[in-house]
């Protein structure tokens, strides 16, 4: 990051909370509607990443690095890719369109995903930001359990057939 922005985001970020309690930020007074799909993406993988670690903690509770590691792997973008494709046909238009716009959205694509991959998952993260932020909460809950779910089968499946779960 460059330190002008840094320096912006430590003026603005954390003066208003100093100075005047919390942030209230620029996206405020946006409909979530109107957000532009990197930002809901930005907000469904934090999501989504919490409610993985929080899942998590009730398999290990004591080796955070191994933690770390397996949540990793299912909040991957791979792994999210699939779980959207699955999820697909069970979703409202709306959600669909919200998906799309945010794998349409230019962003740098990782090594560790093919661009196809990358784009769904940031299509799904977008949905999930945009549940989040429009306080659709049931919802919301329902598509990351059954996503949630969906990885799970894929990655036992891919240990089975690996030979890694014996």
């Not at 942030?23 to 930002?39: N, S």
């Not at 779980?83 to 959205?105: C, F, I, M, P, W």
Request: net charge positive.
């Amino acid at each position: 990051m460059k330190f002008d922005q840094f320096q912006f985001l430590i003026d603005t970020a954390f003066g208003e909370c100093i100075d005047d309690g919390p942030p209230q930020g620029k996206y405020k007074d946006i409909p979530v509607e109107q957000l532009h799909p990197l930002v809901l993406a930005y907000i469904g993988d934090a999501y989504f990443n919490l409610y993985v670690r929080t899942k998590l903690l009730s398999y290990e509770q004591n080796k955070v690095r191994v933690l770390h590691t397996f949540g990793s792997k299912v909040v991957s973008a791979t792994m999210q890719a699939i779980a959207y494709k699955s999820l697909e046909n069970e979703l409202t238009d709306q959600e669909k369109s919200v998906a799309r716009r945010g794998r349409n959205s230019k962003s740098t694509v990782p090594k560790s995903a093919t661009v196809g991959e990358y784009r769904s998952s940031t299509g799904f993260e977008a949905l999930l930001g945009y549940l989040y932020l429009g306080k659709n909460h049931e919802r919301l809950s329902e598509i990351v359990e059954k996503a949630f779910t969906i990885i799970a089968r894929e990655m036992t499946n891919t240990a089975k057939s690996n030979g890694e779960n014996k």
